[in-house]
């Protein structure tokens, strides 16, 4: 039988992140797309800059409480040019088309 942790492909599933106003976090690429990453937004989304692939979301798309999903083997970057810290609960989750 599959674990979590097998198609999760990282013994993290869910944390809380935080990125203070005028700072970023540089491109880089998760290890496998065998799993997607959800970043909740708790508060602070105001002014991040989210950016997968060729693809960029202001705000989360939505602000605070709006959740996003993307496959973080494509290389990702934030930039946070808001003024309060942003907190997101981050989960890793199988990627459904290939469990």
């Known amino acids: 039988k599959t674990t979590i942790w097998e198609l ?3 013994g993290t599933v869910v944390t809380i992140l935080r990125l203070r106003p005028g700072t ?6 998760g ?6 990453i959800m970043h909740f937004p708790l508060i602070g989304s105001d002014g991040v800059k989210f950016v997968v692939g060729d ?3 202001m705000n ?6 709006h959740p996003i ?3 973080d083997s494509f290389e990702h970057h934030v ?3 808001g003024t309060e810290d942003r907190f997101v609960v981050l989960a890793v989750l199988g990627h459904p088309d290939l469990m």
Do not use: K, M, Q
Not at 24 to 29: A, E, K, V, W
Not at 60 to 65: L, V
């Open 8 to 10: 999760c492909g990282s």
């Open 24 to 29: 970023s976090i540089l491109p880089h690429c």
């Open 31 to 36: 290890t496998t797309n065998a799993r997607l």
């Open 55 to 57: 693809e960029t979301v």
């Open 60 to 65: 989360y798309g939505g602000g605070d409480g």
């Open 69 to 71: 999903v993307f496959d």
């Open 79 to 81: 930039y946070h040019e």
